[in-house]
């Protein structure tokens, strides 16, 4: 994350917008860069299944560029309807999807969806993040 | 039949969350810099909460190598910090959705990541 001046508050995201989408190719410097955390996920036809979060939190990262530092991660799931080959691009749109304050935490609910250049849905996630500003 | 998943062990680095700050472009301080980490609620640096999720990917690859994934979700929820150093490991067992309860816990014994994986029902009771 760069240095933002001005950081995304939780006052700032409105419910049900959506906050962008992002392209990304499932090229070999992305995978060499997956391999290097997991050596022994070799991908076959299909990347290695880790590759959903990856594409989402690139996403989400390029979309929300503004987040505070100490935002933390509260829960996460994916739901694949059919894993990206390597070398192809895809695009994910990513959403507000809720927001709300539990004691002294301020939760966000984030969806993202991937979809392939045919507009056919890979996966999609949805994560609730409690954030610091 | 599978009652229960093939559990797949890691032991954390800091190495290995750099790198995943890399690949995830998830460049979160709480993540990378041990200062920052040290002087916020967690105390010290914590691995990112998906970096820790791939063992259940890994698990699910290695209890169903021919799985073609179409159909597969998983839901977990964050219980405690992965820190560098810490040795953790996932394990699964059938459920009566026909899915997977899993938990990843660490060399303590704690819970540190608990969900459900959803699977096609066929991939669990054989059908064709």
């Given at each position: 994350m760069g240095q933002v001046a001005n950081f995304l508050t939780f006052e700032d995201f409105v419910v049900d917008a959506e906050l962008g989408r992002h392209d990304i190719t499932l090229d070999t410097a992305l995978l060499d860069s997956w391999k290097k955390v997991f050596p022994t996920d070799q991908p076959g036809d299909a990347v290695p299944l880790g590759m959903v979060a990856i594409v989402s939190m690139r996403s989400y990262a390029a979309v929300v560029l503004a987040r505070p530092p100490g935002n933390l991660h509260g829960t996460q799931s994916y739901h694949i309807t059919r894993l990206p080959a390597a070398g192809e691009t895809v695009t994910t749109l990513v959403k507000v999807t809720g927001k709300e304050q539990k004691r002294e935490r301020r939760w966000v609910h984030f969806r993202t969806e991937t979809r392939d250049v045919t507009g056919g849905l890979c996966f999609f996630g949805s994560s609730v993040i409690a954030w610091a500003a | 039949?599978?009652?229960?998943?093939?559990?797949?062990?890691?032991?954390?680095?800091?190495?290995?969350?750099?790198?995943?700050?890399?690949?995830?472009?998830?460049?979160?301080?709480?993540?990378?810099?041990?200062?920052?980490?040290?002087?916020?609620?967690?105390?010290?640096?914590?691995?990112?909460?998906?970096?820790?999720?791939?063992?259940?990917?890994?698990?699910?690859?290695?209890?169903?190598?021919?799985?073609?994934?179409?159909?597969?979700?998983?839901?977990?929820r964050f219980m405690r910090p992965v820190r560098v150093g810490d040795s953790i490991t996932v394990t699964g067992g059938l459920n009566a959705e026909l899915g997977y309860d899993v938990k990843i816990c660490n060399q303590n014994g704690e819970t540190v990541i608990a969900g459900k994986v959803k699977l096609p029902p066929r991939t669990i009771t054989g059908e064709a």
């Open positions: - | 039949m599978q009652v229960e998943l093939s559990p797949v062990t890691s032991r954390i680095t800091q190495d290995m969350i750099n790198h995943y700050a890399v690949v995830s472009d998830d460049f979160n301080p709480i993540h990378v810099d041990p200062e920052f980490a040290r002087g916020s609620p967690m105390g010290g640096i914590i691995a990112h909460g998906t970096l820790s999720v791939n063992l259940i990917w890994q698990s699910l690859g290695k209890t169903f190598p021919e799985l073609s994934w179409g159909g597969v979700g998983i839901e977990v």
